[in-house]
C-alpha cells in the first residue's frame, strides 16, 4: 500500500505446493500484510475455524467466550462466504487454521501465528482478502503464504499436512467409547471390589455392569487433584479419589483405558504447589507479578511460559512421572486458549510478543503433553485430546469441540464443526455427548448419542448428569434412553474395525468424518450439504438435531445406498427422500455393496 517495490519469490516445494513469500524493503517498519483475491460469486470458501461464526465476547478480555457459543443461532453452514472470520485464538471452540479451501480446487495456508483476519467476500462480493499483523521475528516481517493445488479435497489435505505436519493417528482403543463426568464429588464414597472410592465412579462401574454396556476409556476430568483448582499439584486428591491405586487397578481389571486432565496452568501458592515452583524458578508467562492464583475470571500469574525451553523441560518431566507412575493413558489437554498474555507489551521467554505467541500456545502446550506422554509410552500406545488448535497442532493429538451447550441448536453446530475441522487438517474430532452444559431435553441426548457414535470420538459426560439411569430429566431412569445409550456403544465396538481402517487414512489428512463434497466435489448439491456426511469411506450418516422430529429429508449422492439397518432398502443417487427416523434410530445408508459390519 505504500507503493514500495518489494520482492515476490515463488516456487513449487513439492509437486502440488507452492510457496509464494513477498519481502519488503524496509521489514523492521512492517506494521501488517495481506492479500486479496478475486473470488466468483459462485466459489464456496471452507474451513478456518470449527466455530458457527465470530460473534462478540461476552466480556472481552474477561470472558473471551464469544456470545454465540454459549446460544448458538440458527446460522452457518460450511460455506464461509460472506464473513469475517477472525484469526485469534478464543475459547472454547478453539481449533483454527489460517487455511481455507475452494470449491475451485484449491487450498491456501497463510505462514505464522500473528493476529489476522480473513474477509471472505463480505467487505467486497468478488474478492477473498486476508490481513494480518507483522511481528518481531524475521518470519512475521514479511508475507508467506501456500497454494495447493487438488482438485480434490483429499489432495489438498495430503499437500497440506506435508507441509504442516503429519496429523497423529489413535491408538485403536480411543475408538471405543468414553465415559466422564465434569467433577467428581469429594467425600461420597461407596465400594469397588470391596474398596472405599469415589461414590459417582463406582456407580458407573455398578450400571456399566448391571445394564451391560461395555466398558471403554474412563476419563478423569479436573478437579481431581490436590490443591487449589484441583489442578495445584501432580498428585491425586484423596477427598475425592481416596484409595486410588485400587480404583484404577478395578477399571483396568475391566478393561478400560484411563485418562486424566491436564493443562499449562501453575495453581497454588503453598509449598510444594506447582505455582509457586513455577514463579520461583521464573517459569511464569509475562505480564503483572503477583502470586499464582488458577481462577476462571480473576486469576493471576499462572499460564506457564511455553517458550521457555527450561519450563517446557520442567513440565513435561512432573507430568511423565505422573503418567507413568498412573499408567495413564491418555490426556485430555484443556483451557490453552485462555488468559494468554496476548498484548505487543508481553514478551515471552523466547523474544516473541504476546501478538506472535496467542495462536502458537496450543501447538507449545500440545508438544510439552506429546512428548510427555511419548517419554512415558515410548511404544506409542497414547492419546492427547486437546481443545485449542492452530496450525500443527494436528501433529500431536486430537480435539474435541469445546462446550457446546446441551440444546438442539448446539447439536446442530456440532454437526456443523465437525466437518469445519475436517476441511482445517484436524482429520478426528469429538464433541462432549449431550452438550457440555446439562441438557434440558431428553431427546437432545438421545440424538447426541446416535451422532457421537458416527463421530471421530465418541466421549459421553459433561457438566451435570449425562447419563440414562441419571437423567436431569423425567423419568429419572429412562429405559428408552438405557437402550439407546446401550446399543450405540455396542454399535461403535462393532464397527470398531471399519473405524480403524478409516481413521489410518488420517495420517495424510484425510478425515474420518468427511462432508459429502469429498465424495463428489462436481455435484452442486453437496457444495454446501452440512446436516450429511460419511463416516469413513462407506456410510453416509444423517443426524437428526431438531428435538421431536421423527423424519427428515436425505439427499443422496451418485450410486446405489442400501439402509444400514434394513438391508432391503435401497436408494438410487442422486434424489432426495423423506426417510423415517424414531427417536432410537439415525439415518445411515451403506455405498453400493460395501461390506461394513
Not at 459417582?200 to 455392569?209: I, L, P, R, T
Not at 487397578?249 to 493443562?263: K, N, Q
Not at 512428548?371 to 488448535?389: I, K, N, T, W
Not at 454437526?415 to 446439562?438: H, K, V
Request: hydrophobic letters at 40%; charged letters at 25%.
Amino acid at each position: 500500500s505504500e507503493a514500495d517495490p518489494v520482492t515476490v519469490t515463488i516456487r513449487w516445494t513439492r509437486d502440488r505446493t507452492l510457496e509464494v513469500v513477498v519481502e519488503p524493503p524496509a521489514p523492521e517498519t512492517l506494521a501488517a500484510f495481506g492479500a486479496r483475491f478475486r473470488s466468483p460469486r459462485s466459489e464456496v470458501i471452507y474451513g478456518l475455524t470449527e466455530r458457527l461464526r465470530d460473534s462478540p465476547p461476552i466480556a472481552d478480555g474477561v470472558i473471551d467466550i464469544p456470545q454465540e457459543d454459549v446460544q448458538p443461532p440458527e446460522v452457518g453452514s460450511l460455506d464461509r462466504r460472506g464473513e469475517t472470520v477472525e484469526m485469534y485464538v478464543r475459547p472454547t471452540f478453539s481449533v483454527y487454521a489460517p487455511f481455507y479451501q475452494s470449491s475451485r480446487g484449491y487450498g491456501l495456508a497463510v505462514a505464522g501465528t500473528t493476529i489476522g483476519a480473513f474477509d471472505v467476500a463480505k467487505t467486497d462480493p468478488k474478492v477473498v482478502s486476508f490481513r494480518f499483523e507483522a511481528g518481531t521475528t524475521p518470519e512475521h516481517r514479511r508475507l508467506a503464504f501456500h497454494v495447493f493445488v487438488g482438485p480434490e479435497h483429499r489432495t489438498i489435505l495430503d499437500e497440506y499436512t506435508a507441509l504442516t505436519g503429519r496429523p497423529f493417528v489413535p491408538p485403536d482403543w480411543a475408538f471405543r467409547h468414553w465415559r466422564w463426568r465434569d467433577e467428581l464429588p469429594a467425600g461420597e464414597t461407596a465400594l469397588l471390589d470391596n474398596v472405599e472410592v469415589n461414590a459417582k465412579v463406582a456407580e458407573d462401574v455398578q450400571m456399566y455392569h448391571e445394564l451391560r454396556i461395555t466398558p471403554g476409556v474412563y476419563l478423569f476430568d479436573r478437579p481431581v487433584l490436590q490443591g487449589e483448582y484441583g489442578f495445584a499439584r501432580l498428585s491425586w486428591d484423596d477427598a475425592r479419589l481416596p484409595n486410588q491405586a485400587a480404583l484404577l487397578a478395578g477399571l483396568r481389571s475391566r478393561g478400560y483405558r484411563i485418562m486424566t486432565w491436564s493443562s499449562t496452568w501453575m495453581c497454588g501458592s503453598d509449598p510444594g504447589d506447582d505455582g509457586l515452583e513455577a514463579q520461583m524458578l521464573g517459569f511464569i508467562a509475562p505480564g503483572p507479578v503477583a502470586t499464582p492464583h488458577c481462577d476462571d475470571l480473576s486469576g493471576t500469574s499462572f499460564i506457564l511460559d511455553v517458550t521457555n525451553p527450561a519450563a517446557q523441560a520442567w513440565w513435561q518431566e512432573k507430568l511423565r512421572a505422573f503418567i507413568a507412575a498412573n499408567g495413564i493413558d491418555g490426556i485430555k489437554l484443556d483451557r490453552g486458549e485462555e488468559h494468554i498474555p496476548s498484548q505487543a507489551t508481553d514478551v515471552w521467554a523466547n523474544g516473541r510478543t504476546g501478538r506472535e505467541v496467542r495462536n502458537d500456545y496450543p501447538n507449545l502446550q500440545g508438544k510439552i503433553h506429546f512428548d510427555a506422554l511419548q517419554a512415558a509410552h515410548p511404544g506409542g500406545d497414547f492419546l492427547l485430546f486437546s481443545r485449542p488448535g492452530y496450525t500443527g497442532t494436528q501433529r500431536y493429538g486430537v480435539v474435541w469441540g469445546g462446550d457446546i451447550p446441551g440444546t438442539e441448536l448446539g447439536l446442530r453446530s456440532a454437526i456443523i464443526s465437525q466437518q469445519r475441522a475436517a476441511f482445517l487438517g484436524f482429520p478426528i474430532w469429538g464433541s462432549d455427548t449431550g452438550g457440555y452444559y446439562e441438557f434440558t431435553d431428553r431427546e437432545v441426548f438421545a440424538r447426541w448419542i446416535e451422532f457421537s457414535a458416527f463421530s471421530g470420538i465418541m466421549e459421553i459426560g459433561g457438566k451435570g448428569n449425562h447419563a440414562p439411569w441419571d437423567m436431569p430429566t423425567a423419568p429419572t431412569f429412562d429405559q428408552e434412553l438405557v437402550d439407546i445409550y446401550r446399543d450405540y456403544t455396542d454399535l461403535r465396538l462393532t464397527l470398531h474395525d471399519y473405524v480403524v481402517d478409516a481413521a489410518n487414512d488420517a495420517a495424510k489428512g484425510m478425515p474420518l468424518v468427511r462432508p459429502l463434497v469429498f465424495f463428489d466435489r462436481k455435484d452442486r448439491k453437496l457444495r454446501d450439504r452440512w446436516d450429511e456426511y460419511l463416516f469413513g469411506p462407506d456410510l453416509l450418516v444423517a443426524p437428526v438435531w431438531r428435538s421431536g422430529a421423527r423424519q427428515r429429508e436425505v439427499y443422496f449422492p451418485r450410486g446405489t445406498w442400501r439402509s444400514f439397518w434394513n438391508p432391503d432398502e435401497r436408494v438410487r443417487g442422486r434424489r432426495t427422500k423423506m426417510v423415517d427416523a424414531p427417536l432410537a434410530t439415525i439415518p445411515v445408508y451403506v455405498r453400493g455393496d460395501a461390506q461394513v459390519p
